[in-house]
């Protein structure tokens, strides 16, 4: 131990080329645009730092940059704060809809609508029906980049442009307990009756 330190937190210290204030701000940042569905790369991390550290020393910093390991020891001294995932693709569109304003007006529309929309009284529970939806789209680095985020989530979503193409599974769950059996949309020239077969959900 050194200070309190490890051997190894130690040594990254000493020999790291950027400050604790520009590693704070760093995780920050880092920490801030994933939760806008724009994470980092471990690659786009490495650049973001050569770019400070670029326009603060100048010709002192080595052109080879920090090295190809630094962005995993970084994440790893900062496990607290940031954490390594597999990309969730999310539809640009559908991520930039998502704002405070919109929240608030989806909300308070549920809220008169499940309070007032039986001829002013509250909807019954067995006619209460909550439905989600996922889609999936066939693109090629889906499920495979990995992405920096705020540790203690599931799932890091990564706004992206998508395809055309969409596979779009629909799940609906009755507040009475009563669950619908899943749909699943997708694109086809045609029905095949063997695509009802080895499905244990009962899925149409």
């Not at 645009?33 to 790369?41: C, K, Q, V």
């Not at 786009?44 to 995993?72: A, Q, Y």
Request: proline residues 5%; positive net charge.
């Amino acid at each position: 131990m050194a200070r309190g330190r490890t051997k190894a937190q130690a040594n990254f210290q000493d020999k790291s080329w950027i400050s604790a204030e520009e590693s704070d701000e760093v995780v920050q940042y880092t920490v801030e645009i994933a939760s806008w569905g724009h994470p980092l790369s471990q690659r786009r991390l490495k650049e973001h730092v050569d770019h400070i550290l670029r326009k603060r020393l100048g010709s002192k910093f080595p052109s080879d940059s920090v090295g190809v390991n630094w962005t995993r020891h970084f994440i790893e001294k900062h496990s607290k704060r940031l954490h390594i995932y597999t990309a969730k693709p999310l539809d640009t569109a559908r991520g930039q809809a998502v704002n405070p304003e919109a929240n608030a007006r989806y909300f308070d529309t549920v809220e008169n609508v499940q309070l007032r929309g039986d001829s002013g009284k509250p909807i019954a529970p067995e006619c209460t029906f909550a439905i989600d939806e996922i889609g999936f789209q066939p693109n090629g680095d889906e499920g495979f980049e990995k992405v920096i985020g705020a540790p203690g989530k599931k799932l890091q979503y990564k706004q992206q442009a998508g395809t055309c193409e969409n596979t779009t599974v629909l799940v609906t769950v009755g507040a009475g307990g009563v669950a619908l059996n899943p749909a699943i949309i997708f694109k086809g020239l045609a029905y095949l009756v063997r695509w009802k077969q080895d499905n244990p959900a009962n899925a149409s």
